[in-house]
T-cell receptor, first 117, second 112 residues
């Protein structure tokens, strides 16, 4: 099973709203990622969690707040977003540590399509 | 810095045509290389990968060979189908590094 699930599939929110995106995997992966993808562009890395600790934060504005409650779950809390934050938000996971050719492969969820009005 | 360059799209082919999407990389170490495919309205799916020089990744009729001498990982398929219409991303990741670098993506449209 190489499934990463994300909810909701679509989200429309106003600039004053607070919402959360959720991501879940049951592959035993210990690294989880948030990416932002604008139309016709490649994914851009936002955050990486490794063993439930934030290991990479790519200078993302504080209106995006990640959380990793346990090794299977990853949340992205949204507050006071701007219209330019409208995008597809992708979650991914991968094995972590050690060696072997499966360690780096990232498996992506279907994404949450976010529209900020 | 480490980066991936892939051919500009869009690419439009007729069904059963031969496909090549070029991908070259720049890396300070020895990366693993990937091709991901994104169908309309969906997330990225791993298509194939190669982790060392001369490895060939293959899946669903697609192939790509890791060429260290030309720093390339070109994607090929002998006979495309309408269902192959999607955006294809070449990507790399270095050993013990979680930072995956993507190319700009190449949109493929296959017409019947």
């Amino acid at each position: 099973d190489t499934e990463v699930t994300q909810t909701p599939k679509h989200l429309v929110m106003g600039m004053t709203n607070k919402k959360s995106l959720k991501c879940e995997q049951h592959m035993g992966h210990r690294a989880m990622y948030w990416y932002k993808q604008k139309a016709k562009k490649p994914p851009e890395l936002m955050f990486v969690y490794s063993y439930e600790k934030l290991s990479i934060n790519e200078s993302v504005p504080s209106r995006f707040s990640p959380e990793c409650p346990n090794s299977s779950l990853l949340n992205l809390h949204l507050h006071a977003l701007q219209p330019e934050d409208s995008a597809l938000y992708l979650c991914a996971s991968s094995q972590e540590g050690g060696s072997g050719d499966l360690q780096e492969t990232q498996y992506f969820g279907p994404g949450t399509r976010l529209l900020v009005l | 810095g480490d980066s991936v360059t892939q051919m500009e799209g869009p690419v439009t082919l007729s069904e059963e045509a031969f496909l090549t999407i070029n991908c070259t990389y720049t890396a300070t170490g020895y990366p693993s290389l990937f091709w991901y495919v994104q169908y309309p309205g969906e997330g990225l799916q791993l298509l194939l990968k190669a982790t060392k020089a001369d490895d060939k990744g293959s899946n669903k009729g697609f192939e790509a060979t890791y060429r260290k001498e030309t720093t390339s990982f070109h994607l090929e398929k002998g006979s495309v189908q309408v269902s192959d219409s999607a955006v294809y991303f070449c990507a790399l990741i270095l050993d013990n590094n979680n930072d995956m670098r993507f190319g700009a993506g190449t949109r493929l449209t296959v017409k019947p």
